[in-house]
């Protein structure tokens, strides 16, 4: 029989950990967080918070088993001690029950999702992405192309073990996907197939795409927290940059594997696109060009935050450029891509492609087709503040 959490039964099922020691039950306030799993916040009476996360289970009674990378990332830290520094940047997992799909990880009171930050803010400090370039250029660094962490990552992973090429639903869409399409949904396999250099410009980052370290794969900025305290006692000119870090942690780790570095770069650069994408005022008497100079987030806002995030990256991570002098390109390649999973996972959970997903396909494909003349648009800048390769061979 499935065992399914619930507020009432919480409270019985953390007395069966060995996260609650005491002899009576435990007791406390639970709140329903809504997600993508089931998730409950449970507030004990002694003070001590935690967010309990069950997989949602599938018709057939199976849960994808998606913790149990996030609980093999946790061993990972744990069994090389040379990682211990990057921890707190990490996820805050404390019990993991494969038999249950379930996940417990203590409750950062302190910290704030960077969405909601940014969404109720409209106020984007360079000190957060160059914390978040910081932080991810870091732990590439550190598991570059080292096979006894490659090994450990690769054994017991439930997902990432055998990548398949991105996108590749797209070329040969079988019947069940177009079954739970929207009417307008077919508009956007319409135009993918109607852009036939969009469609060689994926191959190409396919064949690009190396796995060489330790990889998020979900860095979305909802997977990211901001600690506001931090932030508001540090500033551009005078914070200690090697304390920037600090500012943030990267949860949800289950997707997590041995990848490419240049899909978590282009992970969050998404991220901040679409932010400038996801505020754009569409019409059908509106002009795509109009549509993008028209938003309420305008790029230009967030484009010293995506040069900060790309210096700060390269000014930890310079030898990527060495050893992979087209690391940038292929970056904003996999941004592109990026963007079209978004299109997907609106088409998927709220069933429409309107004129903002097809502005946001319009730049996915400017990203992909021709990257090197997206980054003036992109950035702001022709020249971006990197490391030459003369300085890093």
């Known amino acids: 029989m499935i065992f399914r959490l619930n507020a009432q039964n919480v409270f019985d099922y953390l007395q069966g950990t060995d996260l609650w020691t005491e002899p009576e039950s435990p007791t406390g306030q639970v709140e329903l967080k809504p997600a993508k799993n089931f998730n409950l916040l449970v507030s004990l009476n002694t003070g001590k918070k935690f967010l309990v996360k069950q997989e949602r289970y599938a018709p057939d009674g199976k849960a994808a088993g998606e913790f149990f990378n996030e609980w093999h990332i946790r061993k990972f830290w744990q069994t090389f001690p040379e990682f211990a520094a990057v921890q707190p940047s990490a996820s805050s997992l404390v019990h993991f029950d494969a038999e249950h799909a379930i996940a417990i990880f203590e409750y950062l009171d302190d910290y704030r999702d960077l969405g909601d930050f940014y969404a109720k803010e409209n106020h984007y400090p360079e ?56 009417g307008d949904g077919i508009r956007f396999f319409v135009l993918y197939q109607r852009f036939a250099s969009l469609r060689r410009a994926i191959a190409a980052a396919n064949v690009q795409v190396t796995p060489c370290c330790l990889t998020h794969n979900d860095l979305k900025i909802n997977n990211i927290l901001l600690h506001p305290e931090r932030l508001r006692s540090s500033s551009t000119a005078s914070a200690d940059s ?121 730049v996915a494909k400017s990203l992909l087709c021709q990257p ?18 003369s300085t890093v061979m």
Not at 143 to 163: D, G, H, P
Not at 170 to 179: A, M, Q, V
Not at 372 to 389: K, Y
């Open 242 to 362: 090697a304390e920037l870090p600090d500012l943030i942690r990267l949860i949800d780790w289950e997707q997590a594997g041995w990848g490419d570095p240049a899909f978590d770069l282009g992970s969050v650069i998404a991220s901040y696109l679409q932010l400038w994408l996801g505020s754009l005022i569409v019409s059908q008497d509106m002009a795509i060009e109009e549509s993008l100079k028209l938003a309420m987030t305008p790029l230009e806002l967030l484009q010293p935050s995506l040069q900060a995030l790309v210096k700060a990256y390269f000014d930890e991570f310079p030898e990527i450029l060495a050893q992979r002098p087209d690391f940038l390109s292929l970056t904003l390649k996999l941004a592109g891509i990026v963007l079209i999973f978004q299109i997907q996972s609106v088409l998927r959970y709220q069933k429409k492609f309107g004129n903002n997903q097809i502005c946001t396909l319009q």
């Open 372 to 389: 090197e003349l997206a980054i003036p648009t992109l950035f702001g800048t022709d020249s971006l503040q990197v490391p030459t390769l």
């Open 127 to 182: 000190q957060i992405s160059t914390a978040i370039g910081q932080t991810i250029a870091a732990l590439h660094k550190a598991t570059f192309r080292q096979a006894e962490y490659q090994s450990f990552l690769t054994k017991e992973a439930a997902t990432n073990s055998t990548r398949k090429p991105y996108l590749q639903n797209l070329e040969r869409p079988t019947p069940e996907i177009f079954s739970g399409l929207p």
